[in-house]
C-alpha cells in the first residue's frame, strides 16, 4: 500500500457496493415441515411442503447501515422506511439521542450542524400496507396496481404476502380469495364489464443480493460444499442469512421444457417461480386458456390436455443456501460482508432428479 493513503472500512461502503452491482431477489427464511418424522423423513403427499421437508416464508425485515446527510436541525432522513433503530453516531464516534422517528424520519435530542453526517444502523420495514385498483385479467385472475420500484434495470414490485379485502365496489361486495401470489389474486367471482375493483393488503419489499457463478478453478481449489455449490452469494453481514435459505432471482430468466400427465384442472410444475408460460400442446394440438397460477401450478381453463402433454415456459431460478456457516471475515469491530455457496432449487436443475408425480385431492402434484 503506497505511504500516505488511508482505506476505510466501512459497513456502508460494502453496503453500496452490493447495492450497486446485485440484482433484485425474493428472500425466503426455510422452516422445516411439521411432517417430518421422527426419523427425519418429510411425507411424500403433503400438501404444505409437496414432500421436500421445507417450508418458506418471506422475510420482513432486514438490517441497514447508512450514512445520512444533515440540513441542519435535529431531524435526519434515511433512504429506507424505518422499523427499528439500533444505534446513530457521527463521524468521530459520538453517539447520537434519537428522541422519535417515523418513516424515514429520525428526530434527534440535539441538533446537527448543515453539511454533517451520521451513520445509522436500523432495522428496515420490508412491509407496506396498500389500497389499490384491482385490474380484471379475466379466467379468475385480478392483478393488483401496486406502485412498483423503477431502476435503470427494470421494474420491480413487492409481493403480497397478506389480503386484508377485494371487493368489487360497483356491486358493493366482496369476492372470494382462491389464492394470491406476486401482485396477483385468483377468485372464484366474476365481475362484470366495467365494474371497479379494490383490493387491500400487505406487500413485501424484494432486497438486493449480490449472486454470481463459480469457476472451475473455485471448484478445484476449495473442498466440501463447494463441490456441490453452483453459485456464490454476497451479502451484507448484518443479514441473518440461513442454511436452506431461498433465493429467487427477479431479474434473471431462463426457459425450460419438460413432459406432464394431468388427471385434473391443475398441474404442479417443477419450478418455484416461473416467469411466463410459452406454450402448451398435447396429441390434439395447443392447449389454450393456460394460465401460471400460485407462482408454480398450470391451471387449464378452456380444455384439459387428454393423457400427457408437452410445456414450453421461462422461469425465475431459485437457489437454496447448502450451508449454514458462512465465509467469516471479522477484523477491527467492523461488519464484513458475507458470502455463502448455493445451489440450484428447481426440481430440473443439473444434478437433481426429475421428481414423479401422484394424484392428490383431484389435481396431480410432483414430487
Known amino acids: 500500500m503506497p505511504q500516505g493513503v488511508s482505506i476505510e472500512a466501512h459497513p ?49 425485515v432486514r438490517r441497514r447501515v447508512e450514512k445520512v446527510f444533515s440540513f441542519g436541525g435535529v431531524e435526519i432522513n434515511t433512504t429506507y422506511k424505518i422499523r427499528a433503530i439500533h444505534k446513530v453516531w457521527t463521524g468521530d464516534g459520538t453517539a447520537l439521542t434519537v428522541s422519535s422517528f417515523t418513516g424515514t424520519t429520525i428526530t434527534l435530542d440535539s ?36 406502485a412498483p420500484i423503477l431502476t435503470d434495470e427494470g421494474t420491480f414490485t413487492g409481493q403480497i404476502i397478506e389480503l386484508t379485502s377485494v371487493r368489487n365496489t360497483t356491486q358493493d361486495e366482496g369476492m372470494e380469495v382462491v389464492a394470491f401470489w406476486e401482485d396477483r389474486i385468483l377468485t372464484s367471482d366474476i365481475p362484470e364489464d366495467g365494474d371497479e375493483i379494490e383490493v387491500k393488503g400487505t406487500t413485501v419489499d ?20 463447494l463441490q456441490d455449490a453452483e453459485a456464490s452469494m454476497t451479502f451484507p453481514g448484518y443479514l441473518p442469512v440461513g442454511s436452506g435459505d431461498m433465493i429467487t432471482l427477479l431479474k434473471a430468466s431462463q426457459r ?21 408460460l410459452i406454450e402448451v400442446r398435447d396429441e390434439i394440438g395447443t392447449l389454450t386458456g393456460c ?3 400460485r407462482n408454480n401450478q398450470l391451471q387449464f381453463t378452456e380444455r384439459k390436455p ?6 414450453n415456459l421461462a422461469y ?13 471475515r471479522y477484523g477491527g469491530d467492523k461488519v464484513f460482508p458475507k458470502r455463502v455457496y448455493l445451489k440450484r432449487y428447481d426440481m430440473m436443475s443439473p444434478g437433481m432428479k426429475q421428481l414423479k408425480s401422484v394424484e392428490k385431492d383431484g389435481f396431480e402434484e410432483t414430487f
Open 206 to 225: 424484494p432486497v438486493k443480493m449480490l449472486v454470481t457463478d463459480l469457476t472451475q478453478k473455485q471448484r478445484l481449489e476449495t473442498m466440501g460444499n
Open 256 to 276: 425450460s421444457s419438460g413432459v406432464g400427465t394431468s388427471k385434473s384442472n391443475v398441474y404442479q410444475l417443477p419450478y418455484f417461480h416461473i416467469d411466463e
Open 12 to 60: 456502508v461502503y460494502y453496503e453500496d457496493a452490493i447495492e450497486r452491482h446485485g440484482q433484485y431477489s425474493r428472500w425466503y427464511q426455510s422452516l422445516p415441515c411439521w411432517c417430518i418424522n421422527q426419523d427425519g423423513y418429510a411425507e411424500p403427499k403433503c400438501y404444505y411442503c409437496s414432500g421436500r421437508g421445507r417450508i418458506f416464508s418471506p422475510f420482513t
Open 111 to 146: 441538533s446537527l450542524p448543515r453539511g454533517a453526517y451520521a451513520t445509522v444502523d436500523y432495522d428496515q420495514d420490508l412491509l407496506s400496507v396498500f389500497t389499490v385498483a384491482g385490474v380484471w385479467e379475466g379466467r379468475g385472475v385480478i392483478r393488483a396496481s401496486l
Open 291 to 293: 394460465q401460471i397460477v
Open 316 to 328: 425465475h431460478p431459485s437457489f437454496s443456501i447448502i450451508n449454514s456457516l458462512p465465509s467469516l
Open 306 to 311: 387428454e393423457g400427457r402433454f408437452s410445456y
